[in-house]
């Protein structure tokens, strides 16, 4: 599903009207009955509740005229508060609001702070408050009436319903402008825009809905949309039953550069979270002096020695013998736990210009790589980066603060520019390809943020990635699982006790979930 920006949306709108003719007053009406009857679903004997609609004088409360006249039809009596005169209303809002009061709905008009005191109590006392004041294009924050309006809706106990958007937030970005609604559910129009997938202001939407007013879906199939939000939907075709003439050779061979003294976790996770995803192979290469470790741990996780430096950490004099184990290899992961001594680091540069083979980077490789980043650019196999914000702020030079404020932008011009692909890890974990086309995950839970959770991540990824081939659709399915594995782990043991080992234990469930789709 498509995550759009206002002018996205109304550009669709303007081709819904202008090119096919759905015109306006039917879109207006379809948003207006697929908003009323998502209240009916949480109001099963609605005529009992007070209802009070608060309306502005554009589309949005051309929408909430609409509602109101279904409301009153079904035998309820909405009050209308328009937060302006009747004569500054124009078009398709105009034409509902002489409808609304042809069939008798009392809609009062509200143009100052001072004529907003007399119809405050009102608004205290409803049980259901539409909030059909400002829509997605809406940019600047909420001043005087308005902002006065607003934090009244806030202050009541009633049920908040917001048309498209809650009022105050602008769709463009997911930082909060200003006072806003807090909205109990947000029914918005055709696709989810970007403030309602993204806190902070996601968490004014509530629960929200995305509900059909008839644009034709081919009008989302855009080469320039290009934010979208993966579906359960997109994900089960990589999970069906495996064909019965196949070995463990059918699923490919992994290859992992991991751990150090006192980071062994790191490559016995990944190793393991690869097997559980359906992995036929894994090898793991490690320091020498680790390697009894990582042999203990999990039996069918196959295990080289490699050189090491004194402070038990990868050796640059590893490099012929790593390169020598990439043969017949499918993937490389690397990075978890690795360090970034002087030596590994020679290593990790050195074995990403000599590689061959699709490669995911992770961890301690991120961040010997920020000193070069250019060096992706010479790559001859694809390269996934799975960095957190502070891996990906030390990659761009920048603040920690500055990504996580404009991920949206920052992630794509990256891998545009390197040619790669990125996975930004966090709530709302983000997938952009080479073409700047960017995937927001819609698993996951504050539980995952715990050690490990990265690395059980990486394996995932490079696992689905020797099996599926296709790197993109390999990608989002292991990023979806492995949230999805926190999900039920959640379920299960709560977010506060969750553990990266957790996430692992319960990859099996979350895999046989969507199986059995």
């Known amino acids: 599903m498509k995550v759009l920006t206002s002018k996205q949306m109304k550009r669709i709108d303007r081709k819904a009207i202008e090119e096919i003719g759905i015109i306006g007053p039917i879109l207006m009406e379809n948003a207006g009955l697929q908003i009323t009857n998502a209240i009916r679903e949480k109001f099963p004997e609605i005529d009992k509740e007070r209802i009070v609609i608060v309306a502005g004088k554009g589309n949005n409360g051309g929408d909430g005229f609409v509602i109101a006249r279904h409301l009153f039809n079904q035998g309820c009596d909405p009050h209308v508060l328009l937060l302006a005169s009747k004569g500054d209303v124009k ?92 909205a109990d559910l947000t029914v918005t129009m055709a696709a989810p825009k970007i403030a309602h997938v993204f806190p902070p202001a996601e968490e004014y939407v509530g629960e929200l809905k995305v509900a059909d007013i008839s644009v034709p879906p081919f009008l989302f199939e855009d080469d320039e949309l290009k934010l979208e939000m993966v579906d359960k939907q997109t994900i089960v075709p990589y999970f069906k039953s495996r064909k019965k003439d196949t070995h463990k050779g059918t699923y490919g061979h992994l290859f992992i550069v991991s751990g150090s003294l006192g980071k062994t976790g790191a490559a016995i996770m990944a190793g393991k979270a690869a097997l559980k995803m359906g992995a036929g192979l894994v090898t793991v290469g490690i320091p020498q002096s680790c390697l009894p470790i990582v042999a203990r741990f999990m039996v069918e996780l196959m295990t080289e020695p490699l050189s090491e430096t004194p402070e038990k950490t990868l050796s640059s004099e590893a490099l012929e013998r790593v390169l020598n184990l990439l043969d017949g290899k499918d993937a490389l992961l690397l990075g978890p736990g690795i360090s970034t001594h002087e030596s590994t680091s020679e290593l990790v540069l050195s074995l990403l210009q000599r590689m061959d083979i699709p490669a995911v980077l992770d961890a301690d490789a991120l961040n010997i790589l920020a000193a070069n980043p250019e060096l992706l ?84 990824i490079a696992s689905m990635i020797i099996q599926e081939k296709n790197i993109l659709e390999a990608v989002l399915a292991a990023v979806y699982i492995h949230g999805l594995s926190g999900d039920i782990g959640a379920r299960r043991l709560g977010e506060r006790p969750l553990t990266a080992g957790n996430i692992i234990t319960y990859l099996p469930n979350a895999i046989k979930e969507i199986s059995e789709e």
Request: proline fraction near 5%; aromatic fraction near 6%.
């Open 91 to 182: 078009g398709d809002a105009a034409l509902n609001l002489r409808i609304a009061e042809k069939i008798g709905i009392k809609i009062d008009e509200v143009s100052s702070i001072k004529e907003w005191t007399n119809h405050k109590k009102r608004l205290l006392n409803s049980t259901l408050i539409v909030d059909a004041i400002f829509g997605t294009g809406f940019m600047k924050a909420a001043e005087g009436l308005y902002a006065t309006v607003i934090k009244d809706i806030n202050k009541s106990k009633a049920y908040k319903v917001a048309v498209d958007i809650p009022s105050g937030i602008s769709s463009d970005t997911f930082q909060v402008i200003g006072p806003c609604v807090k």
């Open 377 to 460: 650019k010479s790559l001859r196999r694809p390269v996934i980066l799975t960095p957190h914000p502070g891996e990906f702020a030390r990659l761009l030079h920048i603040s920690t603060k500055e990504v996580v404020e404009k991920k949206l932008e920052l992630v794509p011009q990256f891998t545009e520019s390197y040619g790669v692909y990125l996975v930004l890890k966090g709530y709302r974990t983000l997938t952009s390809t080479p073409e700047g086309k960017v995937y927001i995950n819609p698993t996951g839970n504050p539980g995952m943020a715990t050690a490990g959770s990265g690395d059980v991540l990486s394996g995932m």
